[in-house]
């Protein structure tokens, strides 16, 4: 998705925007209109730095796909694995109660040792898809087993050249894995290419620094809101453009 969206997702500067749109009620001379927008802004800001709402937001993306343990997931023909985070910590690959199961492609992983699918398709372009390919190859995945689609940029390239690559090996039923927050609008968009689609978000997870008041606001809890706010502005323009 272009920047520009991403940056329009950022709690400041949808502030600002509601700033220069009071600003311009008062120059138009609709004085009362443009007070009252203005005086939105720090009630805004405020309300996206409150943990209580960040968290409320983000769980209306991550409750549509509940996580589950690897082994209760169907069979598919396909594992995709979306890039586009960092790398996993180094740690136990073949346990689900560590943090490995929080990543993308670790979670993918333990998929594929559970037998979910004989196959797992890495897409991601910036180096992303190769870079998970070997480190699923550092953890006995074997090569034959694994495809890499490393030209997407976005959530679109990744379902349209992943599907490519699937339809042509007549594969359509596949087990998508993202982060959760992200899975709506990646399913969305893989949906719109004709996969059957089963969401395999990774797991959630454990906070080791628990918020102990949720309403006392935090400038950090900003990215927090802004994440939540990308994937729906996202998947707002996706559907516009026809490609969810």
Not at 12 to 35: E, F, K, S, W
Not at 44 to 49: D, E, P, Q, V, Y
Not at 118 to 134: C, F, I, K, Q, Y
């Amino acid at each position: 998705m272009p920047s520009y969206f991403f940056n329009l997702s950022h709690p400041v500067a949808q502030a600002l925007l509601l700033a220069g749109a009071g600003l311009l009620c008062v120059m138009a001379r609709r004085y009362r209109t443009g007070l009252c927008v203005i005086a939105l802004v720090p009630v805004w800001l405020t309300l996206c730095a409150t943990p209580a709402f960040a968290t409320a937001l983000q769980r209306t993306l991550t409750n549509q796909y509940p996580a589950q343990t690897a082994s209760t997931y169907p069979s598919a023909d396909a594992i995709v694995i979306l890039g586009g985070e960092r790398d996993p910590p180094q740690t136990r690959w073949d346990d689900e109660d560590a943090d490995i199961a929080a990543s993308r492609v670790g979670f993918g992983y333990l998929l594929f040792k559970a037998k979910r699918a004989p196959l797992v398709l890495l897409s991601g372009g910036e180096g992303d898809a190769l870079r998970m390919a070997g480190m699923l190859e550092q953890q006995g995945v074997s090569a034959d087993a694994l495809h890499v689609e490393s030209e997407s940029r976005t959530t679109y390239e990744n379902a349209r050249n992943s599907a490519t690559i699937l339809q042509q090996r007549g594969m359509h039923r596949i087990l998508l894995v993202t982060s959760a927050a992200h899975m709506p609008r990646a399913v969305a968009s893989f949906e719109k290419q004709g996969l059957d689609v089963i969401p395999a978000p990774a797991m959630t997870p454990l906070s080791k620094h628990p918020v102990r008041d949720l309403w006392a606001p935090r400038r950090a809890v900003l990215w927090n809101a802004s994440q939540a706010m990308h994937e729906y502005i996202g998947l707002w323009v996706y559907r516009l453009r026809g490609w969810a």
